[in-house]
């Protein structure tokens, strides 16, 4: 069984095609990159798992049964979807403390949730600022408050979109130990980055899209051998 | 201590911690004691239980617009349905005591109530009637806008034309509500003489006290885990969304709670003015409400209250005194507000319960 299969995705805004017929499959327990250069189509690919996009054509099947691009943003993330956006989205006049009693979702029990963000609170890192509103932390913080908030579930599948944009080497390097101690044999988690050394360091294979279509699938160690990927991606 | 970073002191310290509120609740409370005990003269008896009537519009608004980011700029209907019902309930009675139909009834050349008044003379179910059709009307409304994703200045130029369109509607003879002229002359309240002082008393104080009692309810609502999902529906209602939270059921839950607070604010308003008409539903009342929770404090219920009641008791006073500055003044308020105190006069105290206000809509 995969954990996730996008089958021959097509999406198009207008006339522009973001995405042309994409494929690709991750297996449970896998950490996998998607790598590319700017329009490539990254983020529209987590668009679509999410539910914020609707493709042309294809599906997303989670798992063997779900098929969600049938589904709404609320329906995906029940299934047991979680995105990390880009921008790191956090609710501003929240704490920290009740962002992540939010990230819980509404099907927790109350009772189970003090414990739940306790623990939470520690993995991230943010024990101290528990009762500091969102909009107050540092961005380092704000993206690791909303790894928290989206691991909250405990989440199938994890989709990060640039987790380490804008973060110091230190920051990068403490992000890396925090998504490879989240690897677990049920929960698949799908990267998208630009930073190479990171990609190297957290994932299992890496997918290159360019233009929409998927280029190459693979090691990072072929795709750095990989005379297309050269070319459109990492020679320059 | 884990135990200690498990117990949610935060929320649970705020939700009971709002000392403006909690004033303005006792000064509602006191205020109320003092009409009964003491009563002043009965106008200013009378342009008290008007502005708690406002307050009770403003909070209503400020609930979708300051906790939810949806700025309605139609909430005046709301206000209208409760009014009109009310009104409707007055000359039924009227009609049930004394026999003599109302002018604009007669006018039409009709020889009884058209049928849809039937039972109104029951305050009971008027009451009922009024909450039910805000509601309904916001379900129906909220539903297919939350529904198609209608947010924004979208949403407040579609709310805006809902109160427009309202408004013409009234404006007809034939619709059985009085048409342009509106309804008056209300001759009894619950059996009593309507505007004998008792009668007076009895409305403000009970303006008062359910201006106290929605001040409560929606500082409780927007205290517990409801709230902070309608900030976080506010501020970001896709993360919310991609979090599991269906936020089309929580909008719409609020709105139409919002559109009943707002009818309740009619309900209370037309006996202690003594008419409705179809002005009530001008777009321009409709914006001076927003107007009212900007200059109060947008996001804070308190800033609501004092933004209506400042506002509009301004307003008593100087429409009065000098009638044709009102708009002038009125305009200039906006706009110290909006360059200088973006976040309304509670500024000017600094008083701010939560650090990031995002004002409105996005």
């Known amino acids: 069984m995969t954990a996730l299969v996008v089958d021959a995705l097509t999406v198009a805004f207008g006339r522009f095609t973001a995405l042309d017929c994409v494929s690709l499959a991750v297996d449970p327990g896998e950490v996998r990159a998607v790598i590319g250069p700017n329009g490539a189509g990254k983020t529209t690919l987590l668009d679509v798992i999410s539910g914020i996009t609707k493709p042309v054509s294809g599906r997303v099947m989670l798992g063997d049964h779900v098929d969600l691009t049938k589904r709404s943003e609320a329906e995906i993330a029940k299934a047991g979807v979680r995105r990390k956006f880009q921008e790191p989205s956090v609710f501003p006049a929240l704490t920290v403390r009740e962002n992540l009693e939010i990230g819980c979702g509404p099907a927790l029990p109350a009772r189970d949730r003090p414990a739940r963000i306790a623990a939470l609170l520690c993995e991230i890192g943010l024990g101290a600022r528990a009762e500091v509103p969102a909009g107050r932390l540092a961005h380092g913080e704000k993206q690791w408050l909303e790894i928290g908030m989206v691991l909250a579930a405990e989440p199938a599948l994890l989709l990060l979109d640039e987790p380490v944009a804008g973060l110091s080497d230190t920051e990068t390097a403490q992000t890396a130990a925090l998504i490879r101690a989240l690897r677990r044999p049920d929960r698949a988690i799908l990267v998208i980055e630009h930073d190479m050394a990171f990609v190297e360091a957290v994932a299992d294979r890496v997918t290159v899209l360019h233009e929409g279509r998927t280029l190459y699938e693979g090691s990072m160690a072929g795709a750095r051998a990989d005379a297309r990927v050269i070319e459109v991606f990492l020679g320059r | 201590m884990p135990t200690t970073l498990a117990t949610p002191a935060g929320p649970a310290r705020r939700a009971v911690r709002d000392p403006l509120v909690a004033g303005l609740v006792g000064l509602c409370l006191a205020a109320a004691a003092a009409l009964v005990v003491a009563p002043p003269a009965p106008y200013l008896v009378n342009a008290l239980g008007q502005l708690a009537a406002f307050a009770i519009l403003a909070v209503s608004l400020d609930l979708v617009w300051g906790y939810l980011g949806i700025l309605s700029l139609g909430h005046g209907l709301f206000f209208a349905i409760g009014g009109y019902v009310c009104a409707m309930h007055l000359l039924a009675q009227g009609v049930a005591a004394t026999g003599v139909l109302p002018d604009f009834v007669q006018f039409m050349g009709w020889t009884r109530l058209p049928a849809y008044w039937t039972g109104l003379d029951h305050a009971a179910y008027a009451l009922v009637l009024a909450l039910a059709v805000a509601g309904l009307v916001a379900f129906v409304f909220g539903f297919a806008s939350f529904r198609s994703r209608v947010n924004g200045v979208y949403f407040s130029i579609i709310s805006q034309a809902l109160v427009y369109v309202s408004m013409l509607l009234m404006y007809r003879n034939d619709t059985g509500l009085g048409g342009n002229n509106g309804m008056t002359g209300f001759p009894l309240l619950f059996g009593w003489p309507m505007g004998s002082p008792g009668v007076v008393t009895g409305l403000a104080v009970a303006a008062l006290l359910t201006l106290a009692g929605v001040l409560t309810g929606t500082r409780l609502l927007v205290g517990s885990a409801i709230g902070r999902r309608m900030l976080a529906c506010r501020d970001d209602e896709t993360r919310l969304r991609t979090l599991g939270y269906s936020t089309t059921r929580l909008k719409l839950g609020i709105w139409c709670l919002s559109a009943m607070i707002a009818a309740l604010a009619g309900i209370l308003y037309v006996p202690q003015v003594g008419i409705i008409n179809p002005r009530v539903l001008a777009p321009d009342l409709s914006i001076e409400i927003a107007v009212w929770v900007a200059i109060g404090g947008l996001g804070r219920l308190g800033g609501a209250v004092i933004g209506a009641i400042l506002v509009n008791g301004l307003k008593f ?29 509670l500024d000017l105290v600094g008083w701010r319960p939560r650090p990031t206000w995002l004002r409105g809509a996005p």
């Open chain 2, 317 to 345: 006073w100087l429409s009065a005194a000098m009638p044709e500055a009102w708009p002038f003044i009125l305009s200039g308020l906006v706009l110290l507000v909006v360059l200088v105190l973006p976040n309304g006069l």
